[in-house]
């Protein structure tokens, strides 16, 4: 099973706005990552934030993480047509045990 | 909600021999299924995309005749490490794609120990 819950399941927005996803999970981990997906290719690493790091950014990206709450969150600022995908977070706990939520499928309308 | 199972979860064998994993989709036809590798403390790395019925695709820089891959049905990929080695210990995980084809599901992964 999946301990990684995301939200929304589905969000849609206008090219510029910002598109924040969430993702929940239940155990303790080592790090959080966050990863893209294009319709129909494999995954693509965006960014790993550790357990002890509460933000990090990259480019348009940024990431939380609370550990008290056991979540995180990914924005992505000023959205473009070509951000459309689905973006899934990933926990690892333990030794390389890596486990996916169920994804958030972005749709950035032009 | 849809289900990928892989098996074994994980794996002990001697270097030299041929270790396959299994990725099944239990609820829902999987087109295309992806094998991804995991290095220690590094993110995923994609290695394969497959497709039911065709040759798989194969990522720059993996070797095709080290770890072949069969998805010989719409519920079933396999991956095969052949010849393994000390340093294809990794975590394997798989995930299938259903309909529509932007979903995916993710296998728990499969530990592989080479000794």
């Known amino acids: 099973s999946q301990q990684g819950e995301e939200d929304p399941q589905a969000l849609s927005i206008q090219e510029g706005e910002n598109a924040t996803m969430n993702c929940s999970y239940k155990?303790?981990?080592?790090?959080l990552q966050w990863y893209r997906q294009n319709s129909g290719r494999g995954l693509v690493h965006l960014i790993l934030?550790?357990?002890?790091?509460r933000e990090k950014h990259s480019g348009r990206l940024r990431v939380t993480l609370d550990t008290s709450k056991k979540s995180s969150s990914l924005l992505i600022t000023a959205s473009r047509a070509a951000d459309t995908a689905s973006y899934f977070c990933?926990?690892?706990?333990?030794?390389?045990?890596?486990?996916f939520g169920t994804g958030t499928k972005l749709q950035v309308i032009p | 909600g849809a289900v990928v199972s892989q098996h074994p979860s994980r794996v002990i064998c001697k270097s030299g021999t041929s270790v396959k994993i299994e990725c099944r989709s239990l609820?829902?036809?999987?087109?295309?299924m992806f094998w991804y590798r995991q290095f220690p403390k590094k993110s995923l790395m994609l290695m394969a995309t497959?497709?039911?019925?065709?040759?798989?695709?194969?990522e720059q820089g993996v070797e095709k005749d080290k770890f072949l891959i069969n998805h010989a049905s719409l519920t079933l990929s396999t991956l095969t490490v052949t010849s393994a080695h000390p340093e294809d210990s990794s975590f394997y995980i798989c995930?299938?794609?259903?309909?529509?084809?932007?979903?995916?599901?993710f296998g728990p992964g499969t530990r592989l120990l080479v000794l």
């Open positions: 995930s299938a794609g259903g309909a529509p084809v932007e979903t995916q599901y």
């Open positions: 155990t303790s981990i080592n790090n």
């Open positions: 934030i550790r357990s002890n790091e």
């Open positions: 990933a926990t690892e706990e333990g030794y390389q045990k890596v486990t």
């Open positions: 609820d829902f036809q999987a087109t295309t």
């Open positions: 497959s497709n039911e019925g065709s040759k798989a695709t194969y």
